[in-house]
T-cell receptor
C-alpha cells in the first residue's frame, strides 16, 4: 500500500526557533511532493511544490527538501512566529498501478508559543 | 480574484436525505477533485474529473455522485447511501490532472453534519 506518513502528529515550540517537519513516502516512483498549510476549519494553501528532479525549493522562511532514495521530504521553517501555527500536510504525487495518484499525509499540527 | 468557491460552508443533513455541495472555480483549470477529511486524518479522494462530461471514482466514491457539465463547476451529491457522511469536504482544482509540476488549489471547504 502506498503511504505518506508525517511524524510527529503535533509539535509545540517557542517563538523564534527554527524547526523541521518530516514527511515519509513508501515509493520512490514519485512525480512531485507538495507541502500545504491548513488553518482550523479552512481549506489547504499550497506552500511549496518540489519536482522529482529537484532537491529543494525555498519561499521566504520556508525551505522544503526532497530525497527520493530515502523516501523523505522535510519542511524547514526558520525563525518561527505565532502566525505559523497551523496544520502542515504533505502530499506525494505517486504512480500507482500505472496511474498518477496524489496521496496525503495526516498532517503535523504546529503550535508556536509567544 | 481567481479561486475556488465552495458552498454552503455549513450544511446539516437529515437521515435518508440527499444533499449537494457546490464547487465553482474561475481558474480555467481542467481538473477538479473532491476530497473528504475526517478529524486528525489526511485527505481521501472521492471523485475527480479531468475534462467536462467525464469523471472517475476515487478511493471512497460509494454513497457519492458528481457531475461535470461545465468546466467551472463540479458539484458533489452526498446520497442517503453514504452511511457516515459527517465530515469536512474539500474541493480542489489543477491545470491538468496529476500533471508534472502542477500545483493543486483548494477551496475553503464545507462542513456536513448528519442530524
Amino acid at each position: 500500500k502506498q503511504e505518506v506518513t508525517q511524524i510527529p502528529a503535533a509539535l509545540s515550540v517557542p517563538e523564534g526557533e527554527n524547526l523541521v517537519l518530516n514527511c515519509s513516502f513508501t515509493d520512490s516512483a514519485i512525480y512531485n511532493l507538495q507541502w500545504f498549510r491548513q488553518d482550523p476549519g479552512k481549506g489547504l494553501t499550497s506552500l511549496l511544490l518540489i519536482q522529482s528532479s529537484q532537491r529543494e525549493q525555498t519561499s521566504g522562511r520556508l525551505n522544503a527538501s526532497l530525497d527520493k532514495s530515502s523516501g523523505r521530504s522535510t519542511l524547514y521553517i526558520a525563525a518561527s512566529q505565532p502566525g505559523d501555527s497551523a496544520t502542515y500536510l504533505c502530499a506525494a504525487l505517486l504512480i500507482i498501478q500505472g496511474a498518477q495518484k496524489l496521496v496525503f499525509g495526516q498532517g503535523t499540527r504546529l503550535t508556536i508559543n509567544p | 480574484d481567481g479561486g475556488i468557491t465552495q458552498s454552503p460552508k455549513y450544511l446539516f443533513r437529515k437521515e435518508g436525505q440527499n444533499v449537494t455541495l457546490s464547487c465553482e472555480q474561475n481558474l480555467n483549470h481542467d481538473a477538479m477533485y473532491w476530497y473528504r477529511q475526517d478529524p486528525g486524518q489526511g485527505l481521501r479522494l472521492i471523485y475527480y474529473s479531468q475534462i467536462v462530461n467525464d469523471f472517475q471514482k476515487g478511493d471512497i466514491a460509494e454513497g457519492y455522485s458528481v457531475s461535470r457539465e461545465k468546466k467551472e463547476s463540479f458539484p458533489l451529491t452526498v446520497t442517503s447511501a453514504q452511511k457516515n457522511p459527517t465530515a469536512f469536504y474539500l474541493c480542489a482544482s489543477s491545470r491538468e490532472q496529476g500533471s508534472y509540476g502542477n500545483t493543486i488549489y483548494f477551496g475553503e471547504g464545507s462542513w456536513l453534519t448528519v442530524v
